[in-house]
């Protein structure tokens, strides 16, 4: 019985030491958005088709079950989805991914209000966050991208 336990005890640390290495040296893809197309309206909100240019940075495919996504301008929630028809991420490819995405009405209310402030900042900032659920991966991989685009004005306000 000792010997059983003793046995037991070994296959499982061998198995949590496998499960963890199982993980280990893998990068976070990177998303990008590559394209934006409007679509016909649903009710009140506003439909996107989005072009998602996601990058594998790994030697080994990544078979990914499903992706949910958020685009934020200026700290705004706009346009969030989701979608589980996402193929295999080859090694070392980019792969684009067409995703469908719905506006919240509320946070572009408020984005438009603060963008005809006069004291409103001559930059857009964005910020695209990902979450990829990969078979046989514990848990979700999150990536982040964030940055700044000047607003139209900016360029023409120095002449």
């Known amino acids: 019985m000792r010997y059983g336990l003793s046995v037991l005890l070994a296959f ?4 949590v030491g496998a499960c ?10 990177k998303v990008r958005v590559d394209s934006l197309q409007l679509l016909e309206p649903r009710g009140i909100s506003q439909r996107f088709l989005i072009g998602l240019r996601v990058i594998n940075p ?3 495919a990544l078979p990914v079950r499903g992706l949910s996504y958020t685009l934020a301008l200026n700290g705004y929630d ?22 469908e ?6 946070a572009a ?12 900042s001559q930059n857009l900032s964005y910020a695209l966050t990902a979450k990829i659920n990969v ?4 848990g979700r991989l999150t990536v982040k991208e ?5 607003l139209l004005g900016a360029y023409t306000s120095g002449r």
Do not use: F, I
């Open 20 to 29: 963890a290495h199982l993980g280990a040296g893998l990068e976070a893809p």
């Open 58 to 60: 790994n030697d080994r």
């Open 12 to 15: 499982v640390c061998v198995m």
């Open 109 to 120: 209310l408020r984005l438009l209000n603060n963008l005809t402030r006069p004291d409103a």
């Open 101 to 106: 995405a719905a506006t919240d009405l509320v």
């Open 146 to 150: 964030a940055g700044e685009v000047p």
């Open 135 to 138: 078979q046989g991966w514990p």
């Open 78 to 99: 706009l346009l969030e989805g989701v979608s589980g028809k996402v193929p295999v991420l080859e090694p070392y490819s980019e792969t684009l991914v067409q995703v």
